[in-house]
């Protein structure tokens, strides 16, 4: 069993954090925070070093990596700014449902403007009076000639703004099936599309510089071909997209994680109280080693889950355990990181605070925690009846 990372894996973790050294100034992100405006140069200039879309194969303007890769690079994204990291990590959200289910065409057409930094992806799910339960569905595809005429809305959807290009809608289209998650499919909505429209949610705890909106299709018509894998079985294909998406996720909750834990150690050894670094009190080191060992055992986690990714292993109880870990590792030690900082750590200056809002979203999108808990216990326990 190996615990190391190749030499090309270390190569790209090297060539992400220099990015993040060399880009990530925080004269600029101070004023993106003021504006709440998205990162855009950040985002161009990751696309353009190949870190968006990673996992796309070459043909596709990606670089032919794997899960383990894409998660590497969200995790130093994270680490350098919870906040430009996050709209970096899932700028192409979603587009592995194209990736895994699209046909040559929808791959070749879509997937790589997002990898070249010429729009974000979007994945246009959940539903104002649903949430967490996917199996209802209230936005429908109804077949007329040959294109498919969607109306509906979804709420919370990422990346949903002036740079999106295109949404992959979780849709009815057989309202008999039963049950009713046998009826939905997934389909390919252009953003620009006549009846597409957008409302931003308003402000937000964390995640500020990310867009996020309320979208409606009103008689929105797209081609038949824009159906993305096979008609009435896009839970299914959303059920595997979430395995792999809940794995992203688990690493940009591991990268805040330590990114509020790298702030707070830099600031316990130089910070005196009591004629002595706080560094040397006994409470303060062994709050310092708890972080750390929380972040291990989850990266451990997170690691594991992308590594069995990469192997095949579709593992829904697994990527649940890490993404739920992960996201409470970065919560808890977001949290001590504010408590090391005292006073300065509640300050926007010291980052930290920032840290902790932007470390929350991580226990609710993707599947909150309780979903999360539903899937591991459901596989540990199987049907009971």
């Given at each position: 069993?190996?615990?190391e990372l190749t030499k090309e894996q270390v190569q790209i973790q090297k060539a992400v954090r220099d990015f993040v050294k060399g880009q990530f100034k925080k004269e600029e992100i101070h004023d993106l925070l003021e504006r709440h405006a998205y990162p855009e140069r950040l985002w161009k200039k990751a696309c353009e070093l190949g870190f968006v879309g990673i996992h796309f194969p070459e043909k596709y303007s990606?670089?032919?990596m794997g899960v383990m890769e894409n998660i590497l690079v969200a995790e130093e994204l994270a680490r350098g700014d919870s906040t430009v990291g996050t709209c970096l990590l899932i700028a192409d959200f979603a587009t592995e449902l194209i990736l895994h289910n699209g046909t040559e065409e929808q791959k070749a057409k879509w997937l790589p403007p997002v990898a070249e930094g010429k729009c974000l992806a979007c994945g246009a799910f959940t539903e104002p009076d649903h949430g967490s339960d996917i199996t209802k569905v209230e936005t429908t595809a109804v077949k007329q000639g040959n294109e498919w005429v969607i109306n509906g809305s979804k709420i919370f959807i990422t990346n949903s703004g002036p740079l999106a290009g295109f949404y992959n809608?979780?849709?009815?289209?057989?309202?008999?099936?039963?049950?009713?998650?046998?009826?939905?499919?997934?389909?390919?909505v252009e953003a620009d599309r006549p009846g597409v429209a957008y409302q931003d949610v308003g402000k937000k705890m964390g995640i500020t510089l990310s867009y996020t909106a309320e979208v409606?299709?009103?008689d929105v018509r797209v081609p038949l071909s824009n159906l993305i894998g096979q008609e009435n079985r896009g839970f299914y294909q959303l059920l595997h997209f979430f395995d792999e998406s809940r794995i992203l996720v688990a690493a940009q909750a591991l990268g805040i994680a330590q990114g509020g834990f790298d702030r707070a150690l830099a600031y316990v050894k130089q910070r005196e109280?009591?004629?002595?670094?706080?560094a040397q009190f006994q409470v303060t080191q062994h709050k310092i080693a708890d972080m750390a060992t929380k972040i291990e055992a989850a990266r451990l986690l997170v690691y594991k889950a992308a590594w069995n990714f990469d192997q095949g292993r579709i593992d829904p109880k697994l990527t649940s355990m890490a993404k739920m870990y992960a996201a409470r590792t970065a919560v808890e030690v977001c949290d001590e990181a504010i408590q090391l900082l005292g006073g300065y750590g509640y300050m926007q200056e010291y980052e930290v605070e920032r840290y902790y809002r932007d470390a929350k979203i991580t226990e609710i999108y993707e599947g909150t925690k309780e979903i999360q808990k539903n899937t591991i216990a459901g596989t540990l326990l199987g049907s009971i009846k």
């Open positions: 069993m190996q615990f990606g670089q032919g809608v979780l849709c009815t289209t057989d309202p008999n099936a039963s049950p009713s998650h046998r009826g939905l499919s997934i389909i390919l409606t299709f009103k109280q009591f004629g002595k670094k706080i």
